[in-house]
């Protein structure tokens, strides 16, 4: 007797559990049609079933249509990276400078401090091996700085935007070594440091 009765219990929450389909189309007719949109309905208005799907506006206009991507979307240098040049890249090394003086150093008044946030100018050395002056090409953009020799290549992403225009080269034969000094470009740097 208690075997029929779980029987029955679990006939009954069989029953609870799936209505009967005529009672659930009754109900999906009650429930109002914005209750019956999904996670793939976000995003733009669907379009009424006789017209195309218009694109909505946006603030970003492309200037050239057939193009993919407009110059402003490219990373600055990027058409300077050649997979396929067998060169080496050369050994290289960033630093930051300050320009300090007697009442930076001793007194504190222009409240400069050891960070980078604080720094005049970077300088790159380049070690260029069995290199002549004569055999560099060097261009130097915002935030890219491109050398090429006969046996190396360098395309380095600069760390912070530099003056392109403001900026000194010097190769030091004794070394081998190019030495590039490049002022920072940096625009809050009139509120920042003084």
């Not at 946006?58 to 193009?67: M, R």
């Not at 090409?137 to 392109?164: A, I, M, N, Q, S």
């Not at 080269?169 to 004794?174: D, G, K, P, S």
Request: proline content about 8%; charged content about 30%; aromatic content about 4%.
């Amino acid at each position: 007797m208690e075997g029929l009765s779980s029987v029955h219990n679990l006939q009954a929450l069989s029953a609870l559990l799936s209505p009967n389909n005529e009672d659930e189309e009754e109900d999906l007719q009650k429930v109002k049609p914005i209750a019956n949109l999904g996670p793939g309905h976000i995003g733009s208005p669907a379009a009424p079933s006789g017209d195309k799907h218009k694109e909505g506006s946006t603030a970003y206009v492309k200037k050239n249509s057939k193009g993919i991507w407009d110059e402003d979307e490219v990373t600055e240098g990027a058409h300077f990276d050649d997979l396929t040049d067998p060169r080496p890249q050369p050994e290289y090394e960033i630093v930051l400078k300050q320009s300090v003086g007697t009442e930076d150093l001793f007194l504190g008044l222009s409240r400069k401090d050891p960070s980078s946030m604080c720094c005049d100018s970077m300088l790159v050395r380049v070690k260029l091996p069995d290199t002549k002056a004569s055999d560099l090409v060097l261009d130097v953009r915002e935030t890219f700085l491109d050398l090429r020799t006969p046996k190396y290549k360098l395309g380095l992403h600069l760390p912070h935007p530099v003056h392109k225009h403001e900026g000194n080269a010097r190769f030091i034969t004794e070394r081998e070594e190019l030495e590039i000094t490049l002022p920072m470009n940096r625009p809050m740097d009139c509120i920042n440091l003084t």
